[in-house]
Every structure is written in C-alpha cells, then in structure tokens.
C-alpha cells in the first residue's frame, strides 16, 4: 500500500458504494417493480395480465405494428448503409470521413429535432412542397409525407444508418482482403465472392448492427409520435396514449412490461454478438491498403455517396434555413408577409403564441430546458463519480462486479417506460416527488448514467498511483496532488460527461413528456406541442426552437468528439 | 548522510526486508544491486517515505525521517517507468518539484533550461513527453529528479525498461551526471556492469538481508559469500573441508589454505583469471577442455577435471587445444583459491 494516498476508511468506502446503489434502487428499480405490482394489480399472473392486454385487437396490432416498423425499417436502413459499408471499407474515396462524420451526426440529435427537420423538408409547409406550390401553382402540397408510414421509415433510416456504416464497415474494413482475393483465384466470381466468403464472415457484425437498428427502432418514440402521427401506434406510443390520454396506467403498465421483457431479450442477445464481434476469426493484421475505383464504378459511387450526403444534409440544412426563412401565411390568413430571410421566429421566442395559462413561452422552455440540464450534470456526477472510481479502482470487487451492468441497464430501457415508472411510483409516499424540480432531472439523471461513468471510469483508471508518487517525491502535498495531478488529468473525462449529461438532458423526449409538468415544458416537450399547433407564427417558432436544440446538442458533442480524442492514455 | 538502522518489512506475514542497515555518505553513489524479488524496490520506498517499515529507522544527518511524508523528505526518486506527467510537456515535468517548493518563475524557467541542457535535451521545453522516445524521457525524468536538488536522489532501475544498446550509452551519462553534481544518490539496479559503471559503493542484497557492501572492485576481489560471488558471476565453487592442519581438501584436490579462515566446511571459490595453460605453476590440474568462447581479448573455456567443471578465463592469444582434448592447467593456490563460508 502507499502511504501517499492513503486507502479510504471503510465507512468511506460503504458510503461511496451506497450512493449509485440506492439511486439505481431508488430510481429505477422501484419504479419498474412500481410497473409490474400495478401490471399484477388485476389478479393473476404475469402471464395473465400480458394475456389480458393481448386479448384486445387493438393492443395486439399495436405490438404487431411495432415488430413490423422496426423490421421494415432496420432492412430499409440495411439496403441504405451496406453499400456505403462496402465502399468505406474497400475503396479509396474522396469524401469518406465527411460521409462517416455527417451520417454520425443525426444519431447524436434528440428526436425531436430530426422529426421537426423532415417537416421543414417534406412537411406540408417544407421546402419541397412549397417550391412545387410555387413552381406549379398547385393549390395543396402535393407530397403527403407527414403522418405516413414512410415518414416512420425514412426517419429511421436517417437515424441508424450510421450504425450499419460504422459497425459493419469497420468490421469488414479489418476482414484480410486476401480471403476474397484467394476465392477469386480460385474460380469464384465477383457476387459468389460476396455470398459465400464475404457474407458469412460479416455475419456476427452485420447481424450486431441489425439487432442493435432494430432495438433502436423498436423503442423509437419521438419519430412514431410526431412523423407518424396519430394513425401509427407502437408500444411506446401506446403507452404514452394509454397515461396521458387515457389515465388508463394498469394497461400502460402491461404494455411498459411487454416493452421491458422485449428490450431486455433483444438487449441480451445483442450483448451475446457482440462479444462474439470481439473475438474476431480472421482479420488483417494491419488495414489493408484500400483499391481504387474504376472510371464507371467511380461515377457510380460518387452519385451513391453524393445522393447519401444530400440525405444526411438536406433536413438539418432545412430545419436550419427554415427557421430563419418567411413564411407564406395560409388561406385564410389575413395578414399578408412577404418572403425572405427574417429572425422574428427567434425574436418572438419570448412570445406565448396562444395565451394558454399552462403554454409557457419557448424561452421559458429554454430555461426550464437548461436547469433541468444543470440538475441532470450535478446528479448524473454526483452519482457518477463514486461509481466509477469504485469501478476504476475497485476492479476486482464482487461490488465492480455487480455494479457494472447495474449501471448499464437504463440504456436498455426505454425512456417512456422510466417516465411511466416514475409517474406510477413516486407520486405517492414514502417518495412523493411529483411537484419536485428534481423529477425530470433525477429520469435524465438515470438516462445520462452509462454515459458519464463509461467515459469518467477509463480516465480514473489511467491515473496509475504512480503519479500521485512520483508528485509527492518533488515535494506536492496531497492537495497539491489532487489539483497537479488528478484533477488535470481526470478534468476532460469530467468535462466529457457533464457534456454527455447536458446533451441527454436538453433532448431527451420519451420521459419528458411524461413527466414534465405542464407549466414547466422543455424544449422537446414544447416543440411537440408547438408542431401540434396551426399557424405559421407557431410553426416558425418550432423551428427556431428545434434549431437552437440542434445547435446545443451539436455544439456539445463537437466538444465531446474534440475532448475525447486528445484523452490521456497510458504511454 | 542517510542511515538505516535495522529496517524490518513483510507482507502479509511474509519477510520482505530482515534488519537492513546501511549508510550513505554525502556526495556518495551508491549501487543497491540484487535479483529481483530480493527487497531492492521496497527499500527504495521505505527511504522515500512511499511505505513505512515494519520496524527500524530512516535517518538523515542523524535526524528521524520515520515518520516524515515523502514531499517533506527533500528527497528524490526517479521511477523505473519514469512516471512522467502525461498532461504536461517537458518544461512542465522538470519544473514541478521547483513549482511545489516555490521557486519564482523566471528562476524555474532558469533552471529547468540549465536541467535540460544538463542531460542532453536543451531546447525540448515545448514537446510534450508522450511524443518523446524511451531514452528521452529516461531524460526528462532525471532532469525532473534533479531539478529541485534533492538531498538524497534515488532511481530505481532508470534504465531497466530501455534496449540494451540504448541503455550502455546512458549509463555512462548517467554516472557522469551524477558525479558532477556531487550528488547523493541510491542507484537500484540488477545489473552488475550498470553498478560499476556508476557506483562509488555497491550493496548486495539477497533475500532481504544485505549480502555486502563495498566498492565494486572489492565486491569482485572478496565476495563475502558464494551468494555474492554467483550473482557477479563467479560460477567456479566447490564445497571444500577445511581442516585443522589448514589444508582445504576440494574435490580437485588438496591445497594449502589461505591463512584465517576458520575450519570446518567451506565454498572454495577458485577465480577464473588465476589459471594458465601449462605444467609450470606451483599446483597443476589435468582435465579436458569441453567448450570454449571467445570474447575478444579474452577466451573463456569450459574444462571438466574429473566429475568437475571449471570455467576459467585466458588471454584470447592463448591456443587451445581442438574440444574433447586433455590438457593441464596450472595456477597459484594462494592466489586463485578463496575460502567462503558454506552456504
């Protein structure tokens, strides 16, 4: 032991161990076994309750349309991402970090921002209904996006692609392309190249990002909600209908256990792949050297790669310009604008568009939005912190042990389910937190969890006590330590969460629009209602709100990508 | 003046250091040699205050440092993986220990340029240390040890985790640097060459107990023990009797004993650089040579006597008879005879 830093005392210790472990118990156990107690509250078992549910027809299309969506979506963004995949992996391109950078950016985006930029695209007042408008002197928008199945789809192609992109392309970027270079000299050709060497060596890694597109469609809320409208139901949707519209919590809690045991299931098996993509069978020892194209196999990929950077761009650009782009009052309106570009949606953002007593302004939504987001920094650290330095300290401990996947299992979980869980368990005694400003921080809290200590844990741990050591020889005291040493070197993985922890909280939806309370919206929760609501006034509003969100989560996670890369290793 | 009056360690009931006493002089290098796993790191760090000992004392100029923190000490230690500061370029690193004693920055700046200069870097202030080599940051750290002129410098093998051509350019540098700072230094290291190339005095420890402590050429001449003389690489020892009429009967022989040693059983070291080829000594020994080495000036040849081997070392112009021939040795017995105490 070192007599530098000196080992925590033990009630220190239980202390530090107590601290995640009552707050998961606390605020995700309690709630989810609050949904299952209420789930069991009609007698009978499990299965008899899940029966019960089921036994509608309503219900049982509900969980047949969520299956059906998340499978037509996850091959939809297949067919989209594995060219791309295949290109990045084995050619040459110009272009090829833009692409793999930009198809990052929409998975970074709270859903609600991605679901505002397509109807700036392709909504009944976006860019390409009007200029057709106005190019043919239609009456109508001719293209109905909004509110269809496509929508659905598009959108989360738009989403996931980048999953399939990053991990399929790495992975087969790694495969040693002498393997299909061997079939090819002995006789095979280009496509029995492809089916019968490639494609069972991508397997595990194909089927990894399918299972995890497929969760990440499952679970989808904010896309279905907004672009799918009140026509399409998931279960997610369903059980947000169920608590908000209906009151109905016994069935929303059914359907949040349907979702729960759905989730964990997929969750499981993708955890099983993925262990098995880390044990990989035959990779290149180094990248192989990429080929070129041809003239006509240039052309194109080029056309490919340019049609996908315009889908990754279009709808962000969109959103962006049409927040600060005029817009054409309806019929009916009596007020006459001209077009052109205009900053009065950002001016009017202190304006409450409806004079509703529970409507709060969207810049009362920015600052409810930005507390909340400092509440979810303060607690996401303050439990993050003790354990991941148990966890960086402490490997070897039944407790790291245990506590690790504990930590994960939010991530697994969706959002809409913890906000109905919170609304089930802590609006009553012992833990009464309905009125509390900590509600919708302590869910965000639980959200930005595996994100703050899966970047806090490594940093902890690449301080080796040999520094603190080699500090205290050239005369630092302990506190000198702390501030020279430590805390310079864990100072950006903080930084790193507390940017992780700001951008989960400003966009996060599924919860928030359960919990939050009717006065106190944040900025997803406004840019819900203010899409729900007519008038171009309205609409522009929701757009300069969405953009301002996109720039807050954009801005963050520039930082964290930019944080993250200059990370102190072990040399 | 360091002293260590009878430092006792163990971990976990297992003894690590048994009763090490030794001094340090000032301006003193002084070489703690030993295999690994024989107490080397944990003595290093019972000095610098990183662990406290079970028992005994640390002393400085007869002043008890036992309890004394390691950042109050004034001592320094370069570590064996250097342990430089990943979040501060080179200037950085150096200026630290100056930084915590207070200097003034312009004076830091000074010296950290005077340090860097001093090991070869001059000019480096700027880069940061993940970017810089193996030896280069073998630099850095010394510079950073140095810097704040610790009382008492110690490295624990700060050239261990370099290459070996690497590491025979630096230790010369080292002991250079070393010496023209007049600077007390702890040199640990389980390199005999490395000892000798930097050490004023060198101790031995085996097993948690201090073998011997001498200059490096006594270490060689008069190992105290057969441990000592096996880890410089004396390998020809025999279990000898020594009797009352002061004749060593070994198993190559009967010899007349070197005078005070007590009788009884003995290891009789017989020194590899004391034979010629030859029937003109005062003892002779008849055996075959069954493998030779050359070794630039000199030849080292593998010669069974009997059910023994010896190795001994002869001038390379020597010529040796082809292998598997007989041939005769011939040596002084006072001269190439040691008596140590069994073991």
Partial sequence: MDAAVKPPRKALLALLWLLPLVFLALFYFYPLGSILTLSLQRGGGLGQAVAAVLGSPAQRSVLGFTFWQATLSTLLTLAVGLPAAWLLARYQLRGKSLLRALSGIPFVLPTLVVAAAFDALLGPRGWVNQAAMSLFQLPAPPLQFVNTFGAILVAHVFYNATIVLRLVGDFWGRLNPRIEQAARSLGAAPWQVFLRISLPLLAPALAAAALLVFIFNFTSFGVVLVLGGPRFATLETEIYYQTTALFNLPVAAVLALLQLLCTLALTALYTRLSARLSRPLELASTRAAPRRLGAGGRLLAGLYLAVLVAFFLSPLLGLGLRSISRLTPERGQTQVQGGGLTLDYYRSLGEDPRDNIFFATPSQAIQTSLLYAGGTILVSLAVGLPAAWLLATRQQDLGSRLLDPLLMLPLGTSAVTLGLGFIVALNRPPLDLRTSPLLVPLAHSLVALPFVVRSLTPALRSIRPRLRQAAAMLGADPGQVLRHVDLPLVGRALLVSALFAFAVSVGEFGASALIARPEYPTIPVLIFRLLGQPGAQTYGQAMALSTLLMLFTGVGMLLIERLRIADVGEF | ?343
């Fill in chain 2, 1 to 343: 003046m360091l002293n260590l009056e009878n430092i006792h360690k163990a971990y976990n009931g297992v003894p690590v250091l048994q009763g090490i006493d030794l001094q340090v002089d000032t301006g003193e290098v002084l070489a703690l040699l030993g295999p690994s796993g024989s107490g080397k790191s944990t003595l290093l760090n019972i000095i610098a205050g990183l662990e406290t000992p079970d028992q005994g004392r640390v002393l400085w100029d007869g002043a008890d440092l036992t309890e004394v923190p390691p950042h109050r000490r004034g001592f320094g230690l370069m570590f064996q993986d250097f342990a430089l500061f990943p979040h501060r370029n080179v200037a950085g690193n150096v200026a630290f220990g100056l930084q915590m004693a207070g200097w003034r920055p312009g004076r830091v700046e000074r010296r950290v340029a005077e340090m860097l200069a001093l090991v070869g870097l001059g000019g480096f202030e700027r880069r940061e240390v993940t970017a810089l080599s193996g030896g280069e940051q073998q630099r850095v750290a010394l510079a950073r040890a140095l810097a704040p002129q610790p009382r008492l410098l110690m490295l624990d093998e700060p050239l261990g985790s370099l290459d070996r051509a690497l590491r025979a350019r630096l230790q010369g540098d080292l002991a250079a640097i070393l010496h023209a700072a007049d600077q007390t230094s702890i040199y640990v290291t389980h390199d005999q060459e490395e000892a000798y190339a930097v050490a004023d005095r060198a101790g031995l420890l085996n097993a948690g107990e201090l073998a011997q402590v001498a200059a490096p050429e006594q270490l060689y001449r008069q190992p105290a023990s057969a441990f000592v003389a096996r880890f410089l690489g004396l390998s020809n020892l025999l279990p000898g009797e020594l009797g009352d009429d002061a004749v060593l009967q070994t198993p190559l022989g009967r010899f007349p004993a070197p005078s005070g040693a007590a009788p009884g059983p003995v290891m009789a070291l017989f020194r590899p650089d004391a034979f010629a080829l030859g029937e003109h000594g005062p003892a002779q020994l008849r055996g075959e040579l069954v493998g030779k080495q050359f070794r630039g000036s000199q030849l080292q040849a593998e010669i069974s006597v009997g059910e023994t081997r010896l190795t001994i070392e002869l001038p390379s112009k020597v010529n040796l008879p082809p292998l598997g021939q007989p041939l005769s040795l011939s040596f002084d017995p006072v001269e190439a005879i040691q008596v140590l105490p069994h073991d």
